[in-house]
């Protein structure tokens, strides 16, 4: 066995899994909320106000 191959593959897979991980966090904290937003203009374009509530932050800051 190779052990040079070994630990690239294995280099390769966590470098793999770090962006997936950071691509997950980025989607939940970030641009899920940008998504609902433009989602709910999209659907109510007459509207001048848009009243968004993230249910989870919310229960977050209940919760202290």
Do not use: C, E, Y
């Not at 989602?39 to 202290?64: C, N």
């Amino acid at each position: 066995m190779d052990t040079r191959k070994i630990l690239s593959t294995i280099g390769t897979f966590a470098i793999v899994g770090a962006v997936s991980t950071a691509g997950a966090a980025l989607w939940t904290n970030v641009l899920d909320g940008k998504f609902q937003m433009v989602k709910v203009r999209l659907t109510h374009p007459k509207s001048d106000k848009i009243i968004f509530v993230d249910f989870k932050k919310a229960k977050r800051d209940l919760g202290r």
